[in-house]
């Protein structure tokens, strides 16, 4: 029986164990031309028998050339037709190339949509940092150069504790930024890959009933990691000794591999909650069984995202950060002589907005691969390639369920 959820269709493998290189459900017939026969022993085109165990092989009937790709074949084959494109990618399983550009041609198919998104949630979270930063938080301790060692250790612990209390603040308005971008990028993206349009009312009106479950899994994760850094380093820092302290950068190096491992194991998560109306431990499971068997390749692809969105932070964020220290000299005259700098209205400001061109162009790469990350997965080891076509009208493929018009049945 297929265990599947979401918007798999009737028969498809189930994920456990399956790839490209598994035969998957063929493509259907083109409506016009002459009936194939088949044997009794082999159905029809387009249906199939559940395997009787996960990962079986499923026999494979001859069929006439049918629109579309499917099986998983590499592009360009000998005799092959090129796969359906009704959106911003081809059905068929991607490669890194195609899913970074998937989420640019989002971007510029639905720019309207994107940027008023990514602009609005950027401009208020910049908003509220400022204000928290400039009449909420407490002014940082002052420093003594000439402080004795126990004085400095002193010190360094009062404004440890500062930083500490600073980052709060601008970690939990970044969260909810991140959380409301998420939710609605995810809705436009899953309809730019059935080229149909969105608007902003749209997505809203889609993903609002989800965004208490996508909370709750935005903080789960971190949590967990939490816990699992306390784990690591709590033992040594209860000896205190050398040896305590040798143990806990131990401690501290174990638990940051497998938060590595959690992160990129659950990395798929939120689009399974999203798209699928999955609970929030159901699309923890969800996001580990998809990505079971392609950790690596999973890795590879979020780390090539974060250092492009990095590097063209850094190219926006630079001339916008020069220019404000330009423009607030006293700022960068107290940075050089040692003291606390005590940054100006225009420092913030010009810094605001180089950060907000940042998110809008960064934002959309960013959730873009994670939900055609999840496509692809998907496309591998149960066929979505021929629900999505389907669902997106493309000729040859039948048509889908009346209201299903996204990832889900």
């Not at 949509?113 to 938080?137: A, W």
Request: include cysteine; charged fraction near 15%; hydrophobic fraction near 45%.
């Amino acid at each position: 029986m297929n265990d599947t959820p979401g918007w798999a269709s009737p028969g498809s493998a189930p994920s456990d164990g399956q790839d490209a290189g598994v035969p998957r459900p063929a493509e259907p017939v083109q409506e016009s031309g002459p009936a194939s026969k088949w044997s009794t022993d082999q159905p029809p085109p387009g249906q199939w028998s559940a395997p009787t165990s996960p990962g079986a092989r499923r026999p494979v009937p001859p069929q006439p050339p049918a629109p579309g790709w499917g099986g998983g074949q590499p592009r360009g084959s000998w005799g092959q037709p090129p796969a359906a494109k009704p959106g911003v990618i081809p059905l068929r399983p991607l490669g890194v190339g195609e899913i970074l550009d998937g989420a640019v041609s989002t971007l510029r198919a639905h720019w309207r949509t994107v940027l008023g998104v990514t602009i609005t949630v950027s401009v208020i979270s910049q908003i509220g940092s400022i204000l928290v930063e400039r009449y909420l938080l407490p002014e940082p301790p002052e420093v003594d150069p000439n402080a004795s060692r126990s004085e400095a250790l002193s010190q360094s612990l009062e404004s440890l504790q500062s930083s500490l209390l600073a980052m709060g603040p601008a970690l939990i308005i970044t969260l909810i930024g991140t959380l409301v971008t998420t939710a609605l990028l995810t809705v436009v993206i899953s309809r730019s890959v059935l080229g149909r349009p969105v608007t902003l009312a749209d997505a809203w009106q889609e993903a609002r009933p989800r965004l208490p479950q996508l909370l709750g899994l935005t903080l789960l994760v971190p949590l967990m990691s939490a816990a699992i850094m306390t784990v690591g380093i709590l033992p040594g820092l209860l000896l205190g000794s050398r040896a305590g302290i040798a143990l806990a950068v131990l401690g501290g190096l174990a638990a940051c591999g497998v938060i590595l491992w959690l992160m990129i194991r659950f990395a798929l998560a939120s689009p399974a909650l999203m798209l699928e109306r999955q609970g929030v431990i159901q699309s923890l499971r969800r996001s580990a069984k998809l990505v079971r068997g392609a950790w690596w390749r999973t890795f590879g692809i979020m780390a090539l995202t974060v250092l492009l969105t990095l590097l063209v932070s850094m190219i926006i964020a630079v001339p916008f950060t020069l220019i404000a220290f330009a423009v607030d000299g006293s700022g960068i005259r107290d940075l050089f002589s040692g003291a606390n700098p005590d940054f100006g209205w225009p420092f913030l400001i010009i810094t605001g907005i180089g950060s907000v061109i940042a998110s809008s162009i960064t934002y959309p790469i960013s959730a873009g691969v994670t939900v055609l990350l999840y496509v692809d997965q998907r496309i591998r080891r149960e066929a979505l390639d021929l629900d999505l076509a389907r669902a997106a009208g493309v000729p040859g493929y039948g048509s889908a369920p009346p209201g299903n018009d996204s990832f889900r049945s």
